[in-house]
């Protein structure tokens, strides 16, 4: 299991680039009140409870019956949560799931609860997604779905991280040929997959 995590938080070091920490720190969101770290990885020390396997988190599912990510992503955090009521799993904190194919592992703070997360960076662009920036900053431009070329649906061809790297990419573009302003990380909305460029203060 720990073998499966590292793999997790590594498989994005790559893309990561050597930003100020401050940069990518954030906090995540909750989802049924279960913190989910996506595109990101817990600042807090935990202890993992359960793997989660492309079946047990829904890859094998019928992609058209989830029309977001958070769907399907709500989806996977009620059934754990329905297992750890009837004792099939043991008792966790948070969700932190792989955007590749909505694999993960379920997690316990060896303290308190902690929603302080770094984010990961695409092409040297933190991304935020289901978190938000632990500073304060000013909106750049805001992207939708259509301007993002990125559809709406999950199909069985197109993953997250897929998608965001579009994101990443043609924003940058727009960037160096001066069709929008200078920022320094984006927000992706798990919902519509709109986002929003941002700049600190």
């Known amino acids: 299991m720990k073998k499966l995590l590292v793999i997790l938080l590594s498989s994005f070091s790559l893309l990561a680039y050597a930003q100020r920490p401050d940069q990518r720190a954030g906090y ?5 009140n279960v913190p989910v770290f996506m ?7 935990f202890t993992e409870v359960t793997e989660l396997t492309a079946t047990w988190s829904l890859l094998l599912d019928s992609p058209e019956c989830y029309s977001s990510v958070n769907e399907r992503v709500t989806e ?7 297992r750890e009521r009837k004792g099939r799993i043991g008792q966790f904190d948070a969700l932190v799931i792989h955007p590749d194919d909505f694999t993960g592992v379920l997690i316990r703070f060896d303290e308190e609860m902690d929603l302080r997360s770094q984010a990961f960076s695409v092409d040297g662009v933190p991304v935020f997604m289901y978190a938000q920036p632990d500073r304060d900053y000013q909106e750049v431009r805001r992207m939708s779905a259509t301007w993002s070329a ?11 991280d897929d998608r965001v ?32 460029l941002i700049r600190y203060n």
């Open 39 to 45: 595109y990101a990885y817990p600042d807090a020390p």
């Open 150 to 160: 990125i559809s709406t649906g999950l199909d069985g061809d197109t993953w997250v």
């Open 76 to 82: 996977i955090v009620r059934r754990a949560k329905r």
């Open 28 to 32: 995540v969101d909750r989802v049924l």
């Open 165 to 196: 790297d579009e994101i990443v990419r043609k924003a940058l573009r727009k960037r160096r040929k001066g069709k929008v302003g200078n920022f320094d990380a984006i927000i992706i909305d798990p919902d519509s997959f709109s986002g929003t």
